[in-house]
Structure formats: C-alpha cells, structure tokens
C-alpha cells in the first residue's frame, strides 16, 4: 500500500515542476547543477522557510538525515550545502517571480465567479508597502539607514478574494511611488492607493489606461473648485466637489479634473 502524501508533499501540490522548469529554461545558469534542478532548490527553500532553517547546514542536515521522507516529499535531488549555496549565488530570481506569477493568476481564477461583498461589478485593488528588516552584516546592499538594512515589499491585493496580483521587492530606499511604473493597470477597475503614492504624473498615466484610483491629498497641494454638488451630513460626508490642480508643476503633471470627497467618520469623528 502506498503511503499518503505528505503535508508538505500537499502544500506544494499546486505547483508543477514543469513550471519551474520551463521558468528555469528562460533564465538558464551558466553551469546547472546537474544534481539539483530548479524544483528541487524551490522545495528546500520552501522547506527551510517553513520549519525555521537558519542555514544551509540545518538544511543539509535534516533532508539528510530523512532522505525517503524528502523522496515522498517531492525532494529528488541531492541536497547539500554547495549544491545550495551554488544555486543561491547564481540562479536568477526571475525565474521564481515568473512561478509565483502564475500560481497568483491560478489563485484569481479560482474566485471568479465569486459575488463582491460591497457589490462592486468592478475589481478593486488595495496597493501598500512594508518594510522587511534585514542584517546589515548580511545584506550590505540592503542599506537603508546608519546601521541599519532593509527591503520594501510592495504588494497589489485583489479584495474580492484576498489574493496578491502583483508583488515587488527592492531596496528599502525606494520610494513606493516607483512601483505604480510596475503593477499592471485593468481597464475599469478601481486603485485604492495609500497616500505615499501621490505621485499626479504616475496617477494620470493610470488614469489613460481607463482605471479609477483613490487616495487621500497631501497638505499643502494647491487646487480650485471647478463644481461642488450636494451632500447628505447624516452619511458623514462634509463635501463632493470637482476640482483642478492649480500648481504649475501639478497642473502640468495632472491636466484633468479630479473628484474630491470630505469625509468624516460619526464615531471617531476623523
């Protein structure tokens, strides 16, 4: 009888490793090695980030040690610290952004037919940053203060179902109003963008592309109110007017007219 697959073997179920080698073959290594193919570094790096490997060693030692159970895992190839180390240092990241890519659109499908919960015929997406805090002793590269060493990971979230469309990581330096040069722009669908976003060169090229986007105004901008309709107080909004940017810089950058709400909330009264 053979024996169930393993969680680990399951979690990974939905990644074929067809995929990881058709991802590799796009982005090939100047020497492959021959014992440890792209699927397998996948599975280890995988592995070593769900049980809390803090180095190639505990890697080595646990798939080792254990190596028909990382048979049954999915593991074929020889796991060991310079196989590891070798494949870290020269396989090209892209290789698992195309994966991860296509595991996101296999997820999205999976909701299509899902009802929006705030009745939207639209999607909606929410567009944030974090910072990941790394050794400056290990990532030199990654300096973002005196001593200290960080990415930014910059994620475009599908609120219909949760589920990331687009992902980024660069140093922790970057400014997060680079990335709207990068996420892709669906026709019809609304942006809600933080307000470290506000960038109106960037919005207005997003807003050609037919998408709506929502953000909150920096003070200090600079605009005049073209039309202002009527609101009802009891709802919590304190204006809906039509306006235009009125600085030289921001006009030229954002020539069409903006809408701009007021609102404030009846419990917190913010």
């Not at 895992?73 to 310079?82: C, D, N, S």
Request: glycine share 6%; proline share 4%; hydrophobic share 45%.
């Amino acid at each position: 009888m053979n024996p169930p697959p393993t969680v680990f073997a399951q979690i990974l179920a939905g990644l074929n490793a067809i995929e990881l080698a058709r991802a590799s073959a796009k982005y090939p290594m100047l020497r492959a090695p021959r014992s440890l193919t792209a699927y397998d570094h996948f599975t280890s790096m995988v592995f070593a980030q769900l049980t809390h490997r803090e180095g190639l060693r505990g890697i080595e030692a646990c798939l080792g040690l254990r190596a028909q159970r990382a048979y049954h895992m999915g593991i074929r190839g020889r796991i060991t610290r310079t196989n590891l180390a070798y494949a870290n240092d020269n396989r090209d990241w892209r290789v698992f952004a195309d994966v991860a890519a296509v595991l996101m659109r296999r997820a999205r499908r999976l909701y299509t037919d899902t009802p929006f919960e705030l009745g939207l015929e639209a999607d909606l997406f929410a567009l944030d940053a974090t910072l990941i805090e790394l050794s400056l002793a290990l990532f030199p590269w990654a300096k973002w203060q005196k001593d200290q060493a960080s990415v930014k990971l910059n994620v475009l979230l599908d609120l219909r179902d949760d589920i990331p469309v687009f992902a980024s990581l660069h140093e922790g330096n970057r400014h997060e109003v680079a990335s709207l040069d990068e996420i892709p722009a669906y026709p019809g669908s609304y942006y809600v963008l933080d307000r470290g976003y506000l960038d109106f060169l960037r919005l207005h090229a997003l807003h050609l592309t037919g998408a709506f986007f929502v953000t909150r105004l920096k003070a200090g901008i600079r605009f005049y109110v073209v039309e202002s309709r009527p609101i009802d107080a009891i709802t919590g909004l304190r204006c809906d007017q039509t306006i235009r940017l009125n600085s030289r810089n921001s006009k030229k950058a954002y020539p069409e007219s903006l809408r701009r709400i007021s609102y404030a909330d009846l419990e917190s009264g913010q």
